[in-house]
């Protein structure tokens, strides 16, 4: 899954060197609340979930549980 994630994030941020772990956090990446969105929308594409913004989804490892929580 992370490696899934990580790809998405690639492409999301237009940087294929983006070196990406369940530490890392959003703000690491430099994303704000509408990319944030964005990218919950390709999420839910991808893994077939629902996901909503929330501040407590920090990092990468954060969003990788909601999903998993809903497979």
């Known amino acids: 899954m992370l490696e ?40 839910e594409d991808e893994f077939s979930v629902t996901l909503e913004p929330n501040p407590s989804m920090k990092t990468v490892g954060d969003l990788m549980k909601s999903i998993e929580d809903q497979q």
Do not use: C
């Open 4 to 43: 899934k994630i990580e790809s998405i994030l690639r492409e999301h941020r237009g940087d294929d060197s983006l070196n990406v772990t369940e530490a890392t956090s959003f703000s690491d990446l430099g994303m704000d609340s509408l990319e944030m969105v964005e990218l919950l929308m390709a999420m």
